[in-house]
């Protein structure tokens, strides 16, 4: 009777008084087939959509090793295959480049993939029928966690540069939170939530005795509070200038709650409300929504005043109503006047500006 080839590693299984003068030689070629199927590594490099593993009957062979790295550019979505039959374990790492799918076969059952962009080493295993992911992950690898705790869980990355940047995603991959790192953080922020009657507290924190929370929006974007507001202590930015004011004063919303004056003005003058000099008051607020401003003038022996208040340049659909009925027709000597503008969008390009002249000596 002639030898067999057992089923998965396909060795040689040697009858009983045959091999005379070979057996050792057979023995030894045996050893090494396990061998490769113990500790074997082979990198692959796939040149075709789909790629056939070879298990050879007693011989060395592609399939049997333990690790193995795929290679190559993938010009397409690519399959390689593994015959049915064979039960065997592999860690295989996808180490191609090109942004398509690679799947792992045995003949006609389910295949192990990795997406487009999984550059990840799996651990798998056939069972004869199908290939099977058996989900345990890698440093690198693509993974969804289910009903997992995280005890004290670092987010890091190998990028050495500053700033690190680091991301929480949603389910469809789409970028939910992004954390950026400074070189040399001492401050934070912590969150904490409540029991039941209380609030839960978003609390800047680190070794600083003093740490404030920036909020900042993109562009001209704003930050909305949905809901009551409560305040406890404002502060608000001013911009002081040495110049002596007249002609017309550009108010800058985006940049400052107050614009003060510290010389005194030389000449009666304009005041025109615009977000900033790139960025149109209109296009800051919506239908229904105001801005403040609070608009100093130094005052010396000759008292000036505003005679006329526009936005974005114009005074076209400007309406301004004056507190106490009427516009103001001197400044006050030796003193501060203090302007208060309130602009309520009511329309498209169309204001009511409420205005207050107070005098402070």
């Not at 080839?5 to 070629?29: A, F, H, I, P, R």
């Not at 003060?260 to 229904?288: C, D, E, H, K, M």
Request: aromatic share 8%; glycine share 8%.
């Amino acid at each position: 009777m002639a030898s067999s080839y057992s089923t998965d590693l396909k060795l040689e299984l040697m009858v009983t008084g045959e091999n005379s003068g070979t057996w050792g030689d057979k023995t030894n070629t045996n050893l090494n087939l396990l061998q490769q199927a113990i500790t074997g590594y082979q990198a692959i490099t796939l040149t075709s959509n789909n790629t056939t593993l070879a298990m050879t009957d007693a011989t060395i062979s592609d399939a049997r090793n333990a690790v193995i790295k795929f290679t190559g550019t993938l010009g397409a979505n690519s399959t390689v295959f593994v015959a049915s039959g064979i039960e065997k374990t592999y860690t295989i790492e996808n180490g191609t480049t090109g942004v398509y799918t690679l799947a792992l076969n045995q003949v006609g059952g389910a295949s192990v993939i990795w997406a487009t962009t999984d550059k990840s080493v799996k651990q798998i295993y056939l069972n004869g029928t199908d290939a099977v992911d058996t989900g345990l992950v890698s440093a690198t690898g693509v993974a969804t966690l289910t009903n997992k705790t995280l005890t004290s869980p670092t987010i890091n990355t190998a990028t050495l540069t500053a700033p690190i940047i680091n991301e929480i995603d949603d389910n469809a991959g789409n970028e939910f939170i992004i954390f950026s790192k400074v070189t040399t953080a001492v401050n934070d922020i912590t969150i904490t939530n409540a029991a039941t009657g209380t609030n839960p507290n978003f609390t800047a924190s680190g070794t600083d005795n003093n740490v404030g929370i920036n909020f900042t929006p993109k562009g001209t974007g704003a930050v909305t509070f949905n809901g009551t507001g409560k305040i406890q202590q404002v502060l608000e930015k001013t911009t002081t200038t040495a110049v002596a004011l007249t002609g017309t004063a550009n108010y800058d919303l985006l940049t400052q709650a107050v614009l003060y004056y510290t010389t005194a003005a030389t000449g009666n003058f304009t005041v025109n409300l615009r977000g900033s000099s790139a960025t149109a008051l209109n296009s800051i607020l919506s239908i229904g929504d105001a801005a403040t401003a609070a608009f100093l003038t130094t005052q010396g022996a000759t008292a000036y005043y505003t005679t006329f208040v526009t936005i974005d340049g114009t005074s076209t659909n400007v309406s301004t109503i004056w507190q106490g009925g009427s516009a103001p027709t001197a400044g006050n000597v030796s003193g501060i006047d203090v302007y208060s503008f309130t602009a309520v969008k009511t329309a498209a390009s169309t204001y009511t500006v409420l205005a207050s002249q107070t005098q402070f000596k």
